[in-house]
Every structure is written in C-alpha cells, then in structure tokens.
C-alpha cells in the first residue's frame, strides 16, 4: 500500500476557498489594525506555525506533548479560531499542509485558553477507493464532536491518533 500522499493529493483549494480566505482576512484587518493585543497574539501564533516543522520531528506522542500548553492564557475562542487560521494561511512556505498548520495552531492556542480541544489525525484513499493514493487530515474536537470544521473535511477519515489520548 502507498503511504505517501501523492502530488494528485494535495489538492488545490476549492473554489471558495480563496474568497473565504480573503474575507477571512479582510475580516480582521480592523482589529488588528487598532489592536496591539491581537497583532501579538498573530505575531506569536505565525512564530508557533513556523516552528511546527522542527516539532513534528520527533515521534508524534513526544512532539503533542511537548507543543501541549501547561499553563493557562484565558482568551476569546472565536478570535483565537480566526487568528489561527489567518496565522496558518500566511505560513504558506511551512513545508507542512494547510489542515495541520491550522490544527495545531488552533489546538495550542486553544487550549491555552482553557478550551479542551483534541486533535484527530486522519488518513483515507483518495477517491475512497482502495487502489488511489492515501491522504491524510489533521482536525479539532471538542467533547468528540468536530470543532468548527465543515463536515467534508474530516467525513470519510479514518482516525490514525487522537491527541490527547481518549481514555477508555
């Protein structure tokens, strides 16, 4: 079986992705413009995406605990949300994809705001038929229900690794 993702994988955005992008950021343009607080909290959210990389080389068990915030920064969880995805959008050159940049800056921040978000690694064939090439997704959960996210992008998912573990 091929466990690489395939070039053919990582798709394009879809069509309504680019406008939501830019009204993503055309959203928080005012807020950024006029707050101090908000440009820190991006500027540090950006700092973490590139950092992400050189995280993610360890065994994934160790690299989650290790970017897992222990102490507490309660915050806005919308503005946090958007602020991240804007963060993971502007990282374009990270060498990682869109959906973990943004997973795992939303995870961070989140939780250092006191949200118990987990995060789902996924993998399904392309296609959802078995002789196409895997690819894989990263989403949040809150309370095993999925966190914010549109249900095309994680239906269909096999769940590879949860983080943290679910207990049983």
């Not at 055309?26 to 820190?40: K, V």
């Not at 973990?100 to 959802?128: C, E, H, I, K, N």
């Not at 809150?142 to 549109?150: F, R």
Request: proline share 9%.
């Amino acid at each position: 079986m091929n466990s690489e993702v395939s070039s053919s994988a990582r798709r394009a955005p879809r069509p309504n992705a680019r406008a939501r992008h830019w009204a993503l950021a055309l959203s928080l343009a005012p807020g950024l413009a006029l707050s101090p607080r908000r440009r820190a909290l991006l500027r540090d959210m950006r700092a973490f995406c590139r950092a992400l990389p050189r995280a993610l080389a360890a065994p994934l068990p160790q690299a989650m605990q290790s970017i897992t915030p222990a102490a507490l920064a309660p915050a806005d969880p919308d503005l946090i949300r958007n602020l991240a995805d804007l963060a993971a959008l502007l990282e374009r050159r990270s060498t990682l994809g869109l959906c973990l940049r943004r997973s795992l800056t939303r995870y961070f921040f989140l939780r250092r705001a006191g949200l118990p978000v987990a995060v789902q690694f996924g993998a399904r064939f392309v296609g959802g038929r078995p002789d196409r090439d895997i690819t894989g997704h990263a989403w949040l959960t809150l309370h095993d229900v999925p966190y914010h996210e549109s249900g095309e992008d994680w239906q269909g998912f096999a769940i590879l690794y949860s983080y943290p573990p679910t207990e049983a």
